[in-house]
């Protein structure tokens, strides 16, 4: 194997220090450590695990889980994919955090107990702010400018359920498009989730799109479990793209048909409920509807003599993502409509 020559990350600017090697070859499991002293953990380090695989000269993948910490199916894949590969199998490096957001894995929590803060809404973060913004923070200025690609798996959280997909941004300018939209179809799921350039740009694909680094988001099931579906398409899409990248030699099988490209982008693609009570679906995420299509009721079991209320869709469409909440409030998620792109 010629020898590899891999930049190591420089952690200068963060507060977040590494402890393990991200760049002599061989594989490696260790954490990062956040120095946050609160009543919890005075004077303490609060640990993120961090592993890295380097093989042979090649591109550096980052491959990120547990941005929010009740989405459980993209820690899973990264713990097993680390486990199943060795340097040898490698052309290039893969730099592996699978609980980006440790406090809020270990709690459960989309958010994190710490702050409170959203890491998804945090980039590209600020050094000497909260834990979150430092989480942020460590992406964007030190491991960013060492990476060829990323990779960032989602899903519904406790919250919701989203038909397994690859999500794609993209940006003003266009320059990545192309590599993120081969990278989402090399994934391998049924659906294709494009972002348009009003997505939110405080999220990691945003992050690295300001970078110039191609970037595929995954939205994995959800729930609050792991789902054994989800979590194969994690592990397929996972493979399929690092072969698409060059990273792995694995042969595929060709994609059966090309991916269904859907984007969120009219007015109603947001289902909420427009009154408090339990959201009794009558489609499910995956489903495709027209416009004015039953997709549910609110039913009120508590008031006997209460009419169920209709929800229907405003456009037409996939079902991507369902609510797992199923008493609501007004205002209450209870699913995506996704249009196929034009
Ligand atoms: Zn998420």
């Known amino acids: 194997m010629p020898s590899a020559s891999f930049r190591q990350p420089d952690f200068t600017a963060s507060r977040i220090q590494a402890e393990i090697d991200l760049a002599s070859p061989g594989k490696r499991g260790g954490h990062l450590g956040l120095l946050w002293s609160d009543n919890a953990n005075p004077l303490g380090v609060y640990q993120f695990p961090a592993a890295c695989i380097v093989g042979s000269p090649g591109p550096t993948v980052l491959l ?12 899973v894949a990264l713990d097993r994919l680390y486990k199943s590969l060795d340097p040898e199998q490698i052309r290039g490096r893969l730099i592996i955090l ?41 992406v964007s200025a030190c491991l960013l400018p060492v990476a060829d690609a990323v990779i ?3 899903s519904g959280g406790r919250a919701s359920w989203f038909v397994p ?3 794609a941004a993209r940006g003003r300018d266009g320059a990545l498009d192309p590599a993120n939209l081969a990278m989402a179809t090399a ?31 995954a939205e994995l099931g959800g729930g609050g479990h792991v789902g054994i579906a989800p979590l194969q ?13 060059g990273v792995l030699g ?4 060709p994609l059966a048909a090309p991916p269904r490209l859907v984007e969120l982008a009219h007015a109603g693609h947001r289902v909420t409920a427009p009154e408090p009570g339990l959201y009794q679906p009558a489609r499910q995420a995956g489903d495709s509807v027209a416009a004015g299509d039953l997709l549910g009721w609110i039913v009120r079991p508590d008031c006997p003599d209460d009419k169920p209320t209709e929800i229907r869709a405003r456009i037409p469409g996939l079902i991507l993502a369902e609510t797992r909440h199923a ?7 209870l699913a995506f409509i996704a249009s196929d792109l034009a």
Not at 64 to 75: I, M, R
Not at 235 to 243: D, K, M, N, V, Y
Request: with cysteine.
């Open 327 to 333: 008493w609501a409030v007004p205002g209450s998620f």
């Open 98 to 138: 699978p609980m980006l957001n440790a406090p809020a894995c270990r709690a459960g929590t989309r958010c994190s107990p710490l702050d409170g803060g959203n890491l998804n809404r945090a980039f590209p973060g600020d050094p000497d702010e909260r834990p979150t913004q430092a989480i942020a923070h460590l």
């Open 152 to 154: 960032d798996l989602h």
């Open 165 to 167: 997909c690859a999500l």
């Open 187 to 217: 994934f391998g799921a049924d659906v294709v989730w494009v972002l348009g350039a009003a997505n939110d740009n405080r999220s990691v694909n945003g992050a690295a799109t300001a970078a110039g680094v191609p970037c595929i988001a």
């Open 64 to 75: 990120l889980a547990g941005v929010h910490g009740d989405e459980y199916e993209g820690p």
């Open 233 to 245: 398409a994690a592990e397929t899409g996972l493979r399929r793209t690092l072969t698409h990248l």
């Open 250 to 253: 694995d042969s595929h099988d």
